[in-house]
């Protein structure tokens, strides 16, 4: 053993070696926390504890398994197979199968997931003859589940006078019957929820102190990894266990705490010296994963954090390149940005794909990433969730632009019928179907004709299924007349789909409304860029035979090819890369606009900005847009105060960055990039004396393009548009004029832009201003 404490460094080595009480290891990102981890509970049993008797709790059952299967290297598996390891859910799980008739189960009791939960309030709200769309299930479920996490049983709710004018403001004053109710048919059927595993142990401890008495003799010895990511339930049934004997070690990162949307708790880390004065303090501050330049940018952003254990991370690695900061024109130009620079790296590195990840932080953003890195040829997975195409709420509005195209499209028929509710259920599409196999015809033609069919339904049903009909054929009716964008957006809105995601106010609705803004936002981009192009007619026809072949593109030829990476900031915890790009560095997208206005919401933001940074191990770029494309229109964007907060000498500025960031970056020693090649692979070091402003390094025919004065926009004069001139397009950026044809309405120029390439545009249409 003790070659195998030779290997730690000397913080490592003391916070593995100390046992004598309570002790506190906050562990940097890369500090090797798995390896204290491991070594620790192999020492606890060579000092002699039992394996039975050591309690090592988790968030997931990855880390759970990694760490057993290293304690399994280092003393037998024969020993290691003992250990109480685990998550939180499966050790309390286990607990209380044990223990189920004390709290009124039997210990063959089954558990629902977060389905079977949706599923039964569901069947409540329906029972209760309740407003699916006031009462909904996801926003429901959310409610109960926080209750349970706070402790708070149905009875504890509906006494609680706060919680019920809470529910009343809100239009939902039957929530605390629902949560009643529900609570008695899980119980009524032997059937936890999720939840309920901790909130029945601590009802268990609760309520039978031999019980617990029995569970502190047996576990002398508590570990519990990522501690900062604790709720209520889990601190309380951690401090139960531990109140006997403060024999718990807590190992995590204040820095990292990132999840109070799901509970987490940072006062549970910050505060544990108070919950246990007598503990030791350790702190793992060397990263072994990043350059110097990366740890150092990380620690000059979280230091502005005013609620944090204070700590300096340090890398004794490469110093390594500077953190690149990028700006672009527009969402699109940042998609294309971040594609060529990966194509730039990968050949110039000859690294492989999977050494990058793009980093968001909302899911909505993944559609521009997406389609940049496609018309690369790059290929990309989307990490803990689905291609921005497949997710449901884009392939049911898909599904109904599928069916006013091709109204025979039996899938798309089924998926819409129904969608949002009315009243066309399961019953109905089943009779619908058994008429269309017995006349050979499609579910389309039974639907618009039933009475031809001998449909056996209703007047109520039929009347539902003829308005379903026009509906459908109002939209087909517009096919010709109105533009691929104007009519997705005729659908969105009539068909119900918009009005039924903005009701739902949950986190879950919230994310499917930013994704349906988003495909709006993808389908005008599309019509206009064809229209700058000279296509007329753009229908949406044209945007589902594109989004085909993408979709075509998306799917995976072989699960070992490896691929770009793509996750939300959240999701990439935990993992880390090569080289790291994070997008969006905005105001109101990161920090997000309902997090701002809060200093725990903001200081929880740069928290997650921290985490994004110390992904990276060699190579960061952080970018943002001048634009983005929200909410049916293009609005004007501002850097996210978050760049401000990072020491300028561990950043690379692209000179284009510049003017987009007055008043964000201090007037010191920086580092600019030179963008003369438009692919913007070429980096030049720029050592600019203090107090002056940065020079800015451009190519000739780009020069001083940041204070030029606009000469012609779109929709003017574009006979001033000559071979030569510089302009600055709304989406694609910067570029050059090589070529003007035509005459007057039918005036086209070619320009090659920076990052975007070579387009064609109809001047008429094209939204630009000339710089230069």
Known sequence: MNELLNLLNNQQR?????????SLIIAGAGSGKTRVLTYKIAYLMQQGYHPQSILALTFTNKAAREMKERIAQIIGWQYARYLWMGTFHSIFSRILRTEAERIGFTSNFTIFDSADSRNLIKTIIK??????????????????????????????????????EYDQRAKT??????????????????????????????????????????????????????????NFAQYLVVKQLADAHHKVCVVGDDAQSIYSFRGANIDNILKFKEVYPEAKLFKLEQNYRSTQNIVNAANSLIKQNSGQIKKTIYSENDEGERIEIASAFSDFEEGVIVSNKIWDIRRETKSSYSDFVILYRTNAQSRIFEEALRKKNIPYRIYGGLSFYQRKEIKDVIAYFRMVVNPYDEEAFKRVINFPTRGLGATTLNKIADAARLHNV????????????????NAGTAKKLRDFCELIESFILDLRNLSAYELATKIVKQSGIASDAYQDQTPEGMSRQENLQELLGGIHEFCESRQEEGIEGIGLIDFLSEVSLLSDQDTDKEASEEKVTMMTIHAAKGLEFKNVFIVGLEEDLFPSAMAKDEYKGLEEERRLFYVAITRAKQFCMITYAKSRFRNGQINACNPSRFLRDIDTSYLNVNAGVISGLLGTFSRQDIQTKDTSKYSGSATQRVNTPQREEPVIQRRSN???????????????????????????????????????????????????????????????????????
């Open 14 to 22: 003391a916070a593995v070696e100390y046992n004598d009480g309570p």
């Open 442 to 457: 499609s579910l389309w033609e039974v639907a618009r004709s039933p009475l031809d069919y001998n449909l056996n339904i």
């Open 173 to 230: 004053p039957v929530i605390k019957d629902i949560y009643r109710e529900y609570n008695n048919r899980l119980k009524a059927s032997n059937t936890m929820d999720f939840d309920d595993l901790l909130f029945y142990t601590n009802c268990l401890f609760r309520d039978h102190p031999d019980v617990l008495k029995s569970y502190q003799e047996r576990f002398q010895f508590i570990l519990v990894d990522e501690y900062q990511d604790t």
């Open 702 to 772: 780009f020069v001083n393009a940041k204070n030029a004065t606009p000469k012609a926009s779109a929709g003017t004069n574009s006979n001033e548009v000559k071979i030569g001139a510089i302009i600055k397009h709304e989406r694609f950026g910067v570029g050059k004029v090589t070529a003007v044809t035509g005459d007057i309405d039918s005036r086209k120029a070619t320009v090659e832009f920076e990052n975007s390439g070579i387009k064609q545009l109809l001047l008429k249409f094209a939204r630009f201003e000339i710089i230069g």
């Open 127 to 164: 029972q209760y003859q309740l407003d699916d769309k006031v009462y909904k299930p996801a926003k429901v479920q959310s409610v109960i589940s926080n209750a349970k996490n706070a402790l708070i049983s149905p009875q504890m709710y509906a006494q609680n006078k706060e919680l019920v």
